[in-house]
T-cell receptor, first 113, second 111 residues
Framework: GAVVSQHPSRVICKSGTSVKIECRSL??????MFWYRQFPKKSLMLMAT?????????EQGVEKDKFLINHASLTLSTLTVTSAHPEDSSFYIC?????????FGPGTRLTVT | RKEVEQDPGPFNVPEGATVAFNCTYS??????FFWYRQDCRKEPKLLMS???SGNEDGRFTAQLNRASQYISLLIRDSKLSDSATYLC????????????FGPGTRLSVLP
């Protein structure tokens, strides 16, 4: 199956700082990637759809200026959490679309202190 | 009403048991359906797609009833390694986009 990687797997940062999370498709090209967040014991919530070479499409309620998404190549999408606050602490997971399915990265656990 | 609803669980079953999960969805325009499993603190992994004719993969059987907007997953001869959260996923298209995740049902298979 398709392999999606994420980096870092875990990050702890201080309030007010920015954190960048990378999502890579390792053995295929992904024109469309997705960013989700998941709170403990809750399901995944789609944050935005990232399209290579164009602006991301954000879900309602997701601040695009706070969660910056860049999909500059067919194998890399990045999510930058700007001016992070403790309430941004969560599990962030990316996925890449392959045909009609999605394959997920291993996730990034962000803790903001 | 939530878009995708699942049995709240958790399900605690002995090894070898048969267990069934139910899922309902509210949007009748939904086009594609999946079951994913998610281990604790890990990413979801595709278990199987669900087709109208029903499909089987080893010990796993998935069924779709479009008229009732209902999806099921049956696990036979459950193994300890089946312990996980099972996520029902519904998409509005057939292009791998617009996924809506259910809240998941936790399964614990006990020795």
């Amino acid at each position: 199956g398709a392999v999606v990687s994420q980096h870092p797997s875990r990050v702890i940062c201080k309030s007010g700082t920015s954190v960048k999370i990378e999502c890579r498709s390792l053995d295929f090209q992904a024109t469309t990637m997705f960013w989700y967040r998941q709170f403990p014991k809750k399901s995944l919530m789609l944050m935005a759809t990232s399209n290579e070479g164009s602006k991301a499409t954000y879900e309602q309620g997701v601040e695009k200026d706070k969660f910056l998404i860049n999909h500059a190549s067919l194998t890399l999408s990045t999510l930058t959490v700007t001016s992070a606050h403790p309430e941004d602490s969560s599990f962030y997971i990316c996925s890449a679309r392959v045909d009609y399915e999605q394959y997920f990265g291993p996730g990034t656990r962000l803790t903001v202190t | 009403r939530k878009e995708v609803e699942q049995d709240p669980g958790p399900f605690n079953v002995p090894e070898g048991a048969t267990v069934a999960f139910n899922c309902t969805y509210s949007n009748s325009a939904s086009q594609s359906f999946f079951w994913y499993r998610q281990d604790c603190r890990k990413e979801p992994k595709l278990l199987m797609s669900v087709y109208s004719s029903g499909n089987e993969d080893g010990r796993f059987t998935a069924q779709l009833n479009r008229a009732s907007q209902y999806i099921s997953l049956l696990i036979r001869d459950s193994k300890l390694s089946d312990s996980a959260t099972y996520l029902c996923v519904v998409a509005l298209d057939n292009y791998g986009q617009n996924f809506v995740f259910g809240p998941g049902t936790r399964l614990s298979v006990l020795p």
